[in-house]
């Protein structure tokens, strides 16, 4: 399989990363850190190649990657949309938020838009219960007590971007 030129510098920038780490204890879970930095989430082929670096079984990579919710093996939009399904956020419309934002984005939950630009993910609390219900993008745009008519605005600010 023929590897574009980007994945290339990806895998070199990678590699620089894992040659910078090596002989220290524990790396593994940084390295995979920086590989979901760089390619976004961690198919199986970005998986193996660490194993490979840094000389451990693909089955303990996989392990690691599976275990931690922090890691993707699925690809997930630039603008990640976390709507909060906790029990607060639930009661005050999280469930109908979470529907607008799937209707006027054209997906399903944890799909990817066709431009690549937005995923949506409910989750189950964001820590911000008296704002509920409350949605984050990204990991730091906070949206609190949002109602399903907001939904078209919050996705505007982030249609030009990238």
């Not at 940084?30 to 930095?37: F, G, W």
């Not at 709507?83 to 944890?110: N, P």
């Amino acid at each position: 399989m023929a590897v574009c030129e980007k994945h290339v510098e990806l895998y070199k920038e990678l590699d620089a990363y894992i040659e910078e780490l090596k002989g220290k204890k524990g790396i593994l879970i940084n390295v995979l850190h920086k590989a979901q930095e760089l390619f976004g989430w961690l198919p199986q082929e970005v998986q193996d190649h660490v194993a490979k670096k840094l000389n451990i079984p693909p089955s303990v990579v996989y392990g690691v990657v599976t275990f931690y919710n922090f890691f993707s093996t699925k690809p997930k939009g630039k603008h990640q949309i976390k709507i909060c399904l906790g029990t607060a956020c639930y009661v005050k419309g999280g469930d109908r938020v979470m529907e607008r934002f799937l209707s006027e984005l054209g997906v399903e939950e944890s799909e990817v838009t066709k431009d690549g630009k937005f995923s949506v993910h409910g989750v189950r609390c964001l820590g911000a219960c008296s704002m509920a219900p409350v949605v984050l993008v990204g990991e730091k745009d906070f949206y609190g007590k949002v109602t399903p008519d907001m939904v078209p605005g919050i996705i505007k600010k982030y249609k030009g971007e990238g």
